[in-house]
């Protein structure tokens, strides 16, 4: 599976972005999908997931009601809508995903990786 992540720009405190990861190579119907970010000089951290059916999904605290993670399998495709975005936003996300069949936070059990995607909030 070969993954590209898009859609991060340069947006002001309080202002919103969708993310998109789009998948191809093989279809990502049956992979958990999720988003990690990595500001600079830190480790790269997990900010959501999302299971195979799109019913089960998991947030780090600090997103928790800002952001929403989706995937439409039709299309291939999983999402990250970012809402109410903060200075401490800002930071290089990344979409992953692998056939886990339970949703995971490490980063060292996803085995497919997009490129990333630079997000930069301003106060």
């Known amino acids: 599976v070969q993954l590209q992540a898009s859609g991060g720009g340069l947006v002001q405190a309080g202002a919103s972005l969708r993310l998109s990861c789009a998948a191809s190579?093989?279809?990502?119907?049956?992979?958990?999908v999720a988003w990690f970010r990595q500001a600079p000089g830190q480790e790269r951290d997990f900010v959501a997931s999302?299971?195979?059916?799109?019913?089960?999904?998991d947030y780090t605290d600090s997103v928790r009601g800002r952001f929403t993670i989706s995937r439409d399998n039709a299309k291939n495709t999983g999402y990250l809508q970012m809402n109410s975005l903060k200075p401490e936003d800002t930071a290089v996300y990344y979409c992953?995903?692998?056939?886990?069949?339970?949703?995971?936070?490490?980063?060292?059990?996803?085995?497919?990786w997009g490129q990333g995607t630079l997000v930069t909030v301003s106060s």
């Open positions: 992953a995903a692998q056939n886990l069949g339970l949703l995971r936070t490490s980063t060292s059990n996803y085995g497919y």
């Open positions: 190579g093989r279809s990502f119907r049956s992979y958990t």
């Open positions: 999302i299971d195979w059916s799109g019913t089960i999904r």
